[in-house]
């Protein structure tokens, strides 16, 4: 199994400042044939669903906003929240999707300082 | 518009098999590419995956459930069935079933989640 490990598990950050959540997989979820890092990033709130903020590594889901930027390749990853709003108090999950079984991070609790 | 709702019993007792029923709407089963699967959270812990099933079929399920775990569709219901054998209280766990829209993209949409306790 790829184990997926997170970094911090928690983090409290002021509003609109800049939040990072690193995520490191034991081995690398870069596809060659079409050169797509198989690595998504989610948002879980209390009494609500995992969100999609980000797949393949940096592409934003569809109505996310754009203060959610994914970054990174092959085994290392970042999740930037570029100025912290209230409604992202949450846990940040990483993913990978490369193979099965498919494998999560820890989760990162993100706070407000 | 995509949904996907869990429904299934809220408790079981040890040993028991538990049957959750992932129905669906807003996409197609049968389209090439589309999966679902489903995932669980422990209460206070990381989510986890259990088994996926693809538009053509195929099944996968996690390695250490596997003898455990039985994942079905039918198409013409736009339902997912999952099925796990003897249940055990650290089964306790919010499952949610989820889809993707291709192989290259990640699980989009969730259903709400269904708490399961396990416990005599």
């Known amino acids: 199994d790829i184990v997926m490990t997170q970094s911090p598990d928690s983090l409290a950050v002021s509003l609109g400042e800049r939040a990072t959540i690193n995520c490191k997989s034991s081995?690398?979820?870069?596809?060659?044939?079409?050169?797509?890092?198989?690595l998504a990033w989610y948002q879980h709130k209390p009494g609500q669903p995992p969100k999609l903020l980000i797949y393949?590594?940096?592409s934003r889901e569809s109505g996310v906003p754009d203060r959610f930027s994914g970054s990174g390749s092959g085994t290392d990853f970042t999740l930037t929240i570029s100025s912290l709003q209230a409604e992202d108090v949450a846990v940040y999950y990483c993913?990978?999707?490369?193979?099965?079984?498919?494998?999560f991070g820890q989760g990162t609790r993100l706070e407000i300082k | 518009q995509v949904t996907l709702r869990e429904s299934g019993p809220a408790l079981v007792k040890p040993t028991q098999t538990l049957t959750l029923t992932c129905t669906f709407s807003g996409f197609s089963l049968n389209t090439s590419g589309v999966s679902v699967t489903w995932i669980r959270q422990p209460p206070g812990k990381a989510l986890e995956w259990l088994a996926v099933i693809d538009w053509d079929g195929d099944k996968f399920y996690h390695p250490s459930l596997k003898t455990r775990l039985t994942i079905s569709k039918d198409t013409s219901k736009d339902q997912v069935v999952l099925r796990m054998t003897n249940m055990d209280p650290v089964d306790t766990a919010t499952y949610y079933c989820?889809?993707?829209?291709?192989?290259?993209?990640?699980?989009?949409?969730w259903g709400q989640g269904a708490l399961v306790t396990v416990s005599s």
């Open positions: 989820t889809r993707r829209r291709g192989y290259n993209y990640a699980w989009d949409y």
């Open positions: 393949g590594a940096s």
């Open positions: 993913h990978q999707y490369y193979n099965n079984p498919q494998t």
């Open positions: 081995q690398s979820v870069l596809y060659s044939a079409n050169n797509k890092d198989y």
